[in-house]
């Protein structure tokens, strides 16, 4: 496997790509979510790239605009379509080989994903979208779906009622997050409305990744149907799948994707 590095144009902005070369015809393309630069969070996509690259499929990474190498202004991930469709289409220039690519983003790259309506992308692999509005994000409460999720679990775990019944959890704080698991639901963010319009406007394979212990993949399912095939959904797992068996889980899921073509 090899690795490099290459640049190309959006907007009038030079941006800084990153491709792990494989012979395969289908590609991998990472989304990175939040300002996260191209390697993503303690390296966890260059190391993503790697391994699905080891399977001999190409992986293409890039920093958006005003992030990491990237020139240009951060505009977020509302704005990032022009960026992903840039990407693609330096990807497909640097691996003329390539016929089909599947996109891939965590959190808001998920989200950003579904907004550009796929991007241009033959299939998609969305995981944990990003579903709160700047308001909502900025708030120190879980969504009421959220909580009572939480509980549910925790009610089923003998360790959990054992730290209760000894007097090890606040009764205080257990009671705060009783009355909040009791609020009715929030109305659908303008956000949520956005990716649902999004994503009905893309043709290909979809498949929505959750991620059970994490906070913004289950209030994304408080607004999903959760009984839609398209969602897999990896037990134990945090956010960004740094459980050993998470991580296992997620190269199986995007390599099926990948072999799909």
Known sequence: MSRRQLTFECEGARLVGTLDEGSASTGLLIVTGGNEIRSGAFSGQSRLAARIALQGYPVFRFDRRGIGDSEGENGEFRSSAPD?????????EAAPHVVRVVGFGNCDAASALMLAKGGGLDALALSNPWTFDHVEAEGSEAPPEVVRDH???????????????????SIRKLAGSLIAALRPAAPPSSLVQDIT???????????????????????FLSHWDKANPRIVRCAGASHAYVEPQASEWLDRQILEMLQAG
Do not use: H, M, N
Not at 84 to 92: E, K, Q, T, V
């Open 84 to 92: 992903i469709a840039a990407a693609l289409a330096a990807f497909r």
């Open 151 to 169: 509980y549910r679990r925790r009610l089923a775990d003998p360790a959990a009622i054992r730290r209760l019944l000894t007097g090890q959890v």
């Open 197 to 219: 319009e999004g994503i009905l406007g893309f043709s290909g394979e979809v498949r929505f990744l959750i991620a059970e212990r994490d906070r913004t993949a289950q209030a």
